[in-house]
């Protein structure tokens, strides 16, 4: 949720309230609200009616039997409810620590590779995730992945020292996957930080290990604790680390739960799924809750002030070649899985690097998969999906913060909530609701590419108003005032002022969901039938029904296009003054 | 007044939606058992209409210009979409032979778990919307399938090739499905990892300590399941419990997908084989190989017309080349069984001799028992 307290006022010469309230301002305030209200509350209500309604769906009326499932299932052992939290909490823990610490080493130290570790931050948004969990498999399986089979060879080990399908496995991919995004989001607190505390500490003669912990931690603890909460969030939610790792594992969370609901037998348990779904949410909302009071309290702990200043770097000395070690493992965390595909790309069937296998070395697998049609289709489908979902946030995240920052309607709060609301939804419940409403209600979308953008507009609202409400927020009111008094319409000073300085909020944002939305599983998972499949689902099918093949030529071609694309993007958002 | 509407847009469930169509299936009854017990086919009892002009007609055109009617329509068409439960390079070799035989009719193809491709069938019926044409789907698929009014009855020039028991038989001469191929599923396993000594010949077998930590189960579609049908049938109750011992894991990848590991190494072996697999890739020179478990579960494919296929004409004239010359030189490369072929050993055809309702509550049983004694790790 964004920040009231942030909210800016209505101007110095409360000119808002004098100013009569054009009927554009009211259309707009109606048209949000409702848009907003259609994609963010149906999903919540049917998600609740179906949890509700037994296995002979609404022909039972109302029964609790679907709870009673839920409830005897965790009360027959806490393992559900264990293994969720510990996955969730160790996945975020690791990569807050992780995050952080390179973040730290960036911003406030000389190590070494901090660009590199930038790059590689970005970069992993463009690699599905998916692809980078199926590498790990080859990577740290326990019986023939290649780093534990080297590992076995060099130090004469009887077993693999470490085995991905454990839940050990589970919490280290989902840190390593989530620390980039702790790396970015760390990296603008700790710039921004003022130095002037340390840097008294420094002159009175404390060590840096002291600075640290007693000043520079403290002050980022704030951050800390969001940024933890926000990952912990996506952990609760995620979906493909746990199916594709979790259940060899034999350890289930409230994701595959759902998941196996609906995909056990011929005939899904939907009141079943609901239900889970339900607990599901409501464990997101409680975790979400201290995150907003962080939030709103942020202020407390500000330590950027008008005075300028330029943050000291701390000289590691001889702890900088162990640091930069650290800052590489970003871009080895991306590179890893990014060699495995290429390699298991150029062969006849998966083998570990070795010459034999260098002599089996083809390219058969490229035209054999680029002659499958789901696979060309789920292209097309991406770019359109992705791109509509993107601009679609956008616009409506743009034009909400607009509402909460700069009108006087009452009702703003209720933008604000609704725009933040999908936080709350995993991926696959989200599409789960997504599925049942968009089956019964009028508008035949059913089946298409454009149920799947629907569902991604709803999940990314948040996210795209954390770009545009901090970029409005930044823009001061009285530029809109002046030119209001000088006789501008709404509509010039939307095109002449706001838009023009939004751009670079506004290309971020746009960025971030188009990238993120090209991969995203677990939305979509639910909601693919034939002829709308994107990537992330074409992918999901070719790991499942074993084109390995297929599925790494794929790979490499999408990963290479996608980090191309971010490429791309990156520099056109540079040129724009914004990061990403 | 709003909770009046409120109800209204809440959806209606699919389950209860699901008995309404079961109900009026049972309104226009079709068979529902397996085709290895069908009878045989009648011979057409009326001559087929002079110009069909629907899918109903298309289906049971049998006059000697149907294949060229039927190819000019499809290429009007243009296009066909098929869903198989077939997985692996078979489904893109079937596109690529009916569309260089056909050049101006595209297929979309999917490969999908009859699991998933069942209940999606459902809703889209229930949504008025219809994207698939065609589909060769197993026979606990067809089980359910049957009644659930999803399939056209049709005729092929090519049903005399097939032996009455492979045949589901509508009225008029027409069939609901014919079974083009049986997959096999039985112990696959890498033979770098597995000494001879170790590889089961019997269900019994998969007990053998050697075994012990090596076994994973396929958990994606019912494989998994169908086998541990296969286990308390013929071997007891109780022998999921003692297969715990075993510490066997689960993943969750078609047993196409889980052959990808035991070829990696990943995995030393599996009951939820399929050998068409296997011999695919041993003939790529991978380190794997494959022995029958008897009774044997045999997924038995069968082609079917879909009922409201976007795509009529496309529809029938690939569901006749796959069971033609054509098609079954394709499943023939990958090593698929030939439902007319003698057998070594006993088979077992999943979901033969029950009804829809009780093999779907068995067919979850038998999952969630497999899962129960899956190793956590």
Redesign the interface.
Known sequence: MTNPGQAAPAGRLGMARRLPRPRLEVALFVVLLAALAWLVL?PL??LI??SL?G?????TGYTLDNYDVVLRSLAGGP?LLVNSLVFAFGGAIVAVILGTTMAWLAERTNAPFANVAYLAAFFSFAVPGIIKIIAW??LL?????FLNVWAMKLFGLESAPF?I???GGMIMLDGISWAPVVFLLMTSPFRAMDPALEESAAMSGASSWWVFSRITFRLAAPTVAAVLLLTLVRSLQAFDIA??IG?????QVFTTTIF?EI??????S??NAAAYSVVLVAIVGLALIPYYRLSQHGQKYATITGKGFRPRRIDLGRWRIPAGAVMLLLPSFLLLPVLVIIWASLL?????PSLEALR?ITLENFP?AF????IV?SITNTLIVSSSAASAVVILTLVAAWVILRTRFRGRWIIDLLATLPLVFPGIVLGLAV???Y???PI?I??TIWIIAVAFVAKFLPYGMRYNHAGLLSIHRELEESAQMSGASFLMIARLIIAPLMVPAIVASWIYVFLVTSHELSEALLLS???NEILSITIW?L??????G?LMAFSVVITFALVLLAFVLLRFSRSQGQTI | MIRATWRKLMPVGIVAAMIASACSAAATPQPTAAPTAASSVAPATSAPPAKPTNLAEYAAYQGSDRTAILEACATKEGQVFWSSELAGGVITAMKTAFQKKYPGIAVSEQSVAGSDFVPRMVQERQAKKYTVDAFEMSSDSQLLIATLDMRQPYWSPALANYQDDAKEVATGGLVYQVVDRYSLMGFGYNTKLLPASAVPTTYADLLKPELKGKMVMSGSGSSGAQLFGVLVTTQGADFATKLKAQNYTIQQVSGRGLLDLITAGEVAGSPTIYQSHVKTDAAKGAPVAWVPLSPVSANAGGSSVAKDAPHPCAAVLLTDFILGADGRTVLDSFFYANPGAKFDYKLSVPGAGMTADAYNTKIKEWDALMRANATAK
Do not use: C
């Open positions: 149906p209500l049917v009616d179906t309604h296995s002979a769906g609404k022909q393992e498999i080859f399986g326990p019986n023939a992945g085995s399908f454990s839940m199916a594709l259940i060899p594992a034999g350890v196996l995909t056990q037998g011929f005939f899904p939907y009141g006849p069937y998966i083998q570990p089996s054999i002659s499958n049609s789901s289709r599925l049942q409403i089956l019964t209600v035949p059913y089946g039938s034939p002829g099918d790991w499942l029904n074993g084109q390995l297929s």
